[in-house]
C-alpha cells in the first residue's frame, strides 16, 4: 500500500502557473508509477501525466505536454507537476495516484493508490 497526500493547489489568474506536489510513502517498490488526475465536476477523471520514479520516465497527455512538466525528487518521496500558462479550463481536483505494471496510464482504475485531491481553480 501506497500513502500519498497533494498540496500546492489552489486559485490562480488565467496565464499563471502552478506547482503541485505529491508526497508518497509506504510501499514504494514494485516498479512503482506514479501519475496525476485531473476531474472537474460532471465529467470523467483523466489522466494528465505519470512518472516513474525508478529512472524518471515520464508520460504525457499529449495537449498538455506544452505547458505541465511532470518531474520527481527521489531523496524526499516527492513528484511534482508544473502547471503553466493555466486556462479556466484547466480548473479541477488534481489527484496523485499509484500503482504498480500500470498499462494503459492514463486509467483511473490501473491505480491502486489514491491522494484525497488538491483544488486547482482558474479564473479569466
Known amino acids: 500500500q501506497v500513502q500519498l497526500v497533494e498540496s500546492g493547489g489552489g486559485s490562480v489568474q488565467s496565464g499563471g502557473s502552478l506547482r503541485l506536489s505529491c508526497l508518497y510513502s509506504?510501499?514504494?517498490?514494485?516498479?512503482?508509477?506514479i501519475a496525476w488526475f485531473r476531474q472537474a465536476p460532471g465529467k470523467d477523471r483523466e489522466g494528465v501525466a505519470a512518472?516513474?520514479?525508478?529512472?524518471?520516465?515520464?508520460i504525457y497527455d499529449y495537449a498538455k505536454k506544452a505547458r505541465f512538466s511532470i518531474t520527481r525528487d527521489n531523496s524526499k518521496n516527492t513528484v511534482f507537476l508544473q502547471m503553466n500558462d493555466l486556462k479556466p479550463e484547466d480548473s479541477a481536483m488534481y489527484y496523485c495516484?499509484?500503482?504498480?505494471?500500470?498499462?494503459?496510464?492514463?486509467?483511473?482504475?490501473?491505480?491502486?493508490?489514491w491522494g484525497q485531491g488538491t483544488q486547482v481553480t482558474v479564473s479569466s
Open positions: 509506504g510501499q514504494t517498490f514494485g516498479n512503482l508509477r
Open positions: 512518472i516513474d520514479p525508478a529512472d524518471g520516465f515520464t
Open positions: 495516484a499509484a500503482g504498480r505494471g500500470v498499462t494503459p496510464w492514463d486509467r483511473a482504475g490501473n491505480y491502486e493508490s
